[in-house]
């Protein structure tokens, strides 16, 4: 059963600290997003890659966020130096770039403190 | 500008009764709609699609409409089940060009015993 796979799941650090969040997508898929959720802001894309490019990072904070896809088979989301406020859920999510859908990870849960 | 939103927050429906999610949309220029699920703990699970040129769109139990004219778009999920609480998203996919999966603020269904 292909799936998104994240990691790590959950990650408490001090503010400061970089933090890197790994995500594995499906194997053929071609491309994949950066989501951070909350409970004010819901559902925000980040980031988008297509064929391993980035397309799209509008939603990201540049100063601090960086995302990019090594290889096909990894995307990295990170935050240096990360703040209180990047407390969310970080979802990465892949799909094929003619189809509406996408299938999502489990998520990071990042708490900053 | 692109947006996605919904019109309830929180729903409650009795077991086995239908339920109807609505969301409003303004980007005229999506190609798909998208409904997903997402249960606590959990990422956003993947329901059904319709594509900008279809108007209904009929799944296992749940049925999509979409009406351009007013930017409406709706999940019905037939004969609800305690498995089906849980947030549900609409979102917007646009695949020419810089593409963006857009979400709305999501709604809570609730089903009662």
């Known amino acids: 059963d292909a799936r998104v796979t994240q990691t790590p799941r959950h990650k408490v650090t001090e503010m400061g600290q970089e933090v890197t969040m790994r995500c594995q997508p499906i194997l053929g898929h071609n491309t994949v997003f950066w989501y951070r959720q909350t409970m004010m802001q819901g559902l925000e894309l980040l980031a988008y890659?297509?064929?391993?490019?980035?397309?799209?990072d509008s939603g990201m904070p540049k100063d601090r966020f960086s995302a990019e896809m090594p290889d096909a088979t990894l995307a990295t989301l990170k935050i240096q130096p990360s703040e209180p406020r990047d407390s969310a859920v970080y979802f990465c999510a892949s799909g094929f770039e003619v189809s509406g859908r996408a299938f999502f990870g489990q998520g990071t849960r990042l708490t900053v403190v | 500008g692109e947006s996605v939103g919904l019109h309830l927050p929180t729903l409650s429906v009795q077991e086995g009764d239908n339920s109807i999610i609505n969301c409003a949309y303004s980007?005229?220029?999506?190609?798909?709609f998208i409904w997903y699920k997402q249960e606590s703990g959990k990422g956003p699970q993947f329901i059904i699609d319709i594509r900008s040129n279809m108007d209904k769109r009929q799944g296992q139990r749940v049925t999509v409409l979409l009406n351009k004219t007013v930017k409406h778009l709706s999940l019905q999920i037939a004969a609800t089940q305690p498995g089906d609480s849980a947030v549900y998203f609409c979102?917007?996919?646009?695949?020419?060009?810089?593409?963006?999966?857009?979400f709305g603020q999501g709604t809570r269904l609730t089903i009662n015993p």
């Open positions: 979102a917007e996919n646009k695949i020419q060009g810089a593409q963006k999966l857009v």
């Open positions: 890659f297509r064929n391993r490019a980035p397309l799209d």
């Open positions: 980007n005229s220029a999506s190609d798909y």
